[in-house]
């Protein structure tokens, strides 16, 4: 699998933008960009997903590269339940292929 | 509607001893995956089961780990002749199919709150 980097820990301030990074320079064409987030004592819960068009939900925006060689979760107002674990993982949706495979992730932390 | 529920949600034993996780998926879905979390690490994949297909049990790090499902329901990782270093949280996620396909098929995984297993 492709591998992912991401910074281990980030800080924030409540009510502010949160861009956590995510680079991923071995990525193949048919890898998808997925980001998953796990709150304290919790299993993790999907957040987006997308493959080269920057991606809009309820929840954030992916910022995607032209190249596609790094990628961008904005969480736009950040709240203090907002504060979890950030995984970016690459997945390829070629069919037989499900598993994800997570790395370490970003620690966000908000600040009140 | 109910999520993916796991038990125990704390399970505490001897070293040498066996013992079965419990994982009741979200109704109606037929993908089912087993992940190991040790602390401070992210999510290892285990094993993974897709509706009457073979598991892919790529995962499993040793034969003292094996899982069963019955169905499309209910699924038990059991770990035999348990050792420390198997100590962690063992979560389980479900998903409406395996994957594949489109981006617009594509079928989030939904995670249980996990089983923390101490080996002392």
């Known amino acids: 699998d492709a591998k992912t980097t991401q910074p281990n820990s980030m800080e924030s301030n409540e009510e502010e933008p949160v861009h956590l990074p995510c680079n991923h320079s071995?990525?193949?064409?048919?890898?998808?960009i997925h980001w998953y987030r796990q709150l304290p004592s919790q299993g993790p819960e999907y957040v987006i997903h997308?493959?080269?068009s920057n991606v809009n939900n309820r929840m954030a925006s992916l910022a995607i590269a032209e190249d596609r060689k790094s990628s961008t979760l904005i969480l736009h107002r950040a709240t203090l339940r907002d504060a979890a674990v950030y995984y970016c993982?690459?997945?390829?949706?070629?069919?037989?292929?499900?598993?994800?495979?997570f790395g370490t992730g970003t620690r966000l932390t908000i600040i009140p | 509607g109910a999520g993916v529920s796991q038990s125990p949600s704390n399970k505490v034993t001897e070293k040498g001893k066996d013992v079965e996780l419990r994982c009741d998926p979200i109704?109606?879905?037929?993908?089912l995956y087993w992940y190991r979390q040790r602390l401070g690490q992210g999510l290892e994949f285990l094993i993974y089961?897709?509706?009457?297909?073979?598991?892919?049990k790529s995962g499993l790090p040793s034969d003292r780990f094996s899982a069963e499902r019955t169905g499309e329901s209910v699924s038990t990782l059991t770990i035999q002749r348990t050792q420390q270093e198997d100590s962690a949280v063992y979560l389980c996620?479900?998903?409406?199919?395996?994957?594949?396909?489109?981006?617009?098929?594509?079928?989030?995984?939904?995670f249980g709150p996990g089983t923390r297993l101490t080996v002392l």
């Open positions: 089961f897709q509706g009457n297909s073979a598991p892919d």
């Open positions: 993982i690459l997945r390829d949706l070629g069919f037989g292929n499900e598993k994800l495979t």
């Open positions: 109704s109606g879905h037929t993908a």
């Open positions: 071995t990525i193949s064409g048919t890898d998808y």
């Open positions: 997308g493959l080269t």
């Open positions: 996620a479900s998903s409406p199919r395996g994957g594949g396909g489109s981006s617009d098929s594509y079928n989030e995984q939904f």
